[in-house]
Each structure stands twice: as C-alpha cells, then as structure tokens.
C-alpha cells in the first residue's frame, strides 16, 4: 500500500512538472556585437538563457557561452599579471593590496590576437521595451597567435638576472586557461559587461553597452622571479544586435 501511494504521489508530481509551461520561466537569445576601440576590435557571438524569479519576469538570471575575439594593431605594454608579485598577496587580501610598482614588468607586444570560448553569469532587470544588466565571464579556454615581445624588468640588469633578461625579445602566446578569481587573482582573456536593450519585437532588439576586457600572455621562458604572465586592461563600448528565443 505505501509504494503504491508513494507511486501515485511520484506520478502526480511528475505530471504537474511536466505540465509547467517552460516558456513561462525561461527566456534566451543570441548576441552579435563588437567592442572597439581606436586600431581595436572585438567581435563577439554570446548564446544566453535566462530564468524568471518573478511572474512579471522583471528580476531574471541566467548563464551564457561566448565565443569571442580581439584584434589590436597597436604597440601594447602588457605587465606582470600575478597577484602575488603585483600585490604581493593572493585570494582575498589581493583585492585590497596596493600594488607593488618595483614588481611590476613589462612584455611590450607589438600587435594582439585573441580568441576565447568561455562560460558566464549574466544578471538582468526587464523594464518593458528596455532590459538592462550585466555580465561576467567565468571560467573558459583561449588560443591566438603567438608573438615575440620586448621585455623590460624593474631590476633592469643585476646580479639575480644572471641571463640578461632585462631588454631581451621574448616569445609569448595567449594563456589558454581562463578563470575568473577576482582582481589579479584573475587569469587569460575575460569579458565584463554592462548594458541596455531595445526591444523592438519579439524577435529582434538592439543592445549597447561597455566592456572591460582582461587579455594575457604567457611567455615561454621563465623571467625574473621565474613570472611567465603578463596581463593588460581594456575599457570599450560595445553594441550588439539581439535574437531572442522563446519568450
């Protein structure tokens, strides 16, 4: 008698879930855009779906996968990118650590190239014709071609550079591994985003908004104190046309 109830209540439960109109809760669509810059460009392909916390979908959550691109012609200073020699700490205590400048050098990359696949979190308000939000990456891999870069250390030439690092050119590519740790804590090509969108029907909106984009080489020899990463920032608008799926 009991497994024939605790059968019945199993069915019950099933079919009241499976009768729960999907489209009510969950929303998505596909961003084209770019972020630019001057001599830059960064196209982006982001697949996104949202859940609803609420019956008027205002307040919505979700997760997205970019694929996405960066292209620089200009000479770029990249700089030593682990927390524990910029801040000369990790975890959390990196994200309040003043940086440490005699710490810090620098890979001098005549050109850029990147390309990442990578996951995220995406948070939006939906206000009528107009959403807005933000989105991070968070965890991803990422390719691009490699490159001879000059590099300058702090120490310049002493005794503790015992190869002359200092003013050398130095091979680097594209660190392959990307992961949002927050700060310096953070590692590879990494979006952050903030936008608006227009909604002009259900199957089409346009978005525009700001990105901050973390890139990074890894070189292939060890240099002073045995750093490989180097890191730069950037701060771009962007817009992007949007496709939404069943909303």
């Known amino acids: 008698m009991k497994k024939l109830l605790a059968g019945v209540l199993f069915l019950y439960t099933a079919t009241a879930f499976a ?18 810059d001057s001599k830059i ?26 694929f996405q691109t960066f292209y620089g012609q200009n000479s770029v200073d990249y700089y030593t990118a682990p927390a524990k020699f910029t801040r000369e700490k990790t975890g959390f205590a990196a ?3 003043p940086i ?8 001098t990359m005549p050109k850029t190239s990147f390309t990442s696949g990578n996951f995220g979190l995406r ?7 107009v959403d807005l939000g933000a989105s991070a990456d968070i965890l991803g ?5 490699g490159r001879y870069g000059f590099y300058r250390a ?25 992961v949002r740790l927050l700060g310096d804590n953070d590692m590879g090509f990494l979006a952050t985003e903030v936008y608006a969108r227009l909604n002009f029907s259900r199957r089409l909106a346009a978005k525009i908004g ?18 490989r990463r180097f890191r730069h920032r950037f701060a771009m608008p962007y817009v992007a046309l949007t496709f939404p799926f069943f909303r």
């Open 19 to 36: 009768q729960t109109p999907v489209s009510t809760r969950l929303s998505g669509g596909i961003d084209l855009g770019a972020a630019f």
């Open 41 to 66: 460009i960064s196209p982006s392909f982001t697949y996104f779906q949202m859940l609803h916390l609420d019956q008027r979908k205002i307040f919505q959550i979700g997760w997205t996968f970019k």
């Open 95 to 97: 994200l309040s650590a």
């Open 100 to 107: 440490i400048p005699a710490n810090i050098d620098t890979l």
């Open 123 to 129: 948070v939006q308000v939906h206000l009528g014709v």
């Open 141 to 145: 891999i990422g390719v691009g071609k």
């Open 154 to 178: 702090s120490t310049g030439f002493n005794s503790a550079d015992s190869l002359n690092l200092h003013r050398t050119n130095q091979y680097a590519q594209p660190q392959r591994i990307n």
């Open 210 to 227: 700001y990105q901050w984009l973390t890139t990074e080489y890894r070189a292939n020899n060890r240099l002073v104190e045995d750093n």
